[in-house]
Nanobody, 124 residues
Framework: VQLQASGGGLVQAGGSLRLSCAASGRTLQSLTLAWFRQAPGKEREFVSV????????YYADSVKGRFAISRDNAKNTVYLQVDSLKPEDTGVYYC??????????????????WGLGTLVTVSS
């Protein structure tokens, strides 16, 4: 699976973006998908996850109520709507797919496919 994230950019605090992650090479339909992010000088951290059927979603406490994950299996794409952005949301956002654990996980080790990331910069 090749994952390509897009939609990042420079936005003022309080603004919004819609991140997309399109897949090629295989269908994402049966896979758990997630978004992680990495701020400068920090470790990559979990942001959100969505089950294959969209029945289950989960968010990091730091983004709960501001971010929304969704997927369109017909388009082989996962989205992350990011609203009410804060400077601390700045970082590279990565999409990831889990093809082997059959779980809904917040751990990086559960994901075997990763996109290259898209940079989100939030100015104060």
């Amino acid at each position: 699976v090749q994952l390509q994230a897009s939609g990042g950019g420079l936005v003022q605090a309080g603004g919004s973006l819609r991140l997309s992650c399109a897949a090629s090479g295989r269908t994402l339909q049966s896979l758990t998908l997630a978004w992680f992010r990495q701020a400068p000088g920090k470790e990559r951290e979990f942001v959100s996850v969505i089950s294959w059927s969209s029945a289950y979603t989960y968010y990091a406490d730091s983004v709960k109520g501001r971010f929304a994950i969704s997927r369109d299996n017909a388009k082989n794409t996962v989205y992350l709507q990011v609203d009410s952005l804060k400077p601390e949301d700045t970082g590279v956002y990565y999409c990831a797919a889990d093809s082997y654990t059959n779980t809904v996980s917040t751990r990086r080790s559960a994901y075997d496919y990763w996109g290259l990331g898209t940079l989100v910069t939030v100015s104060s």
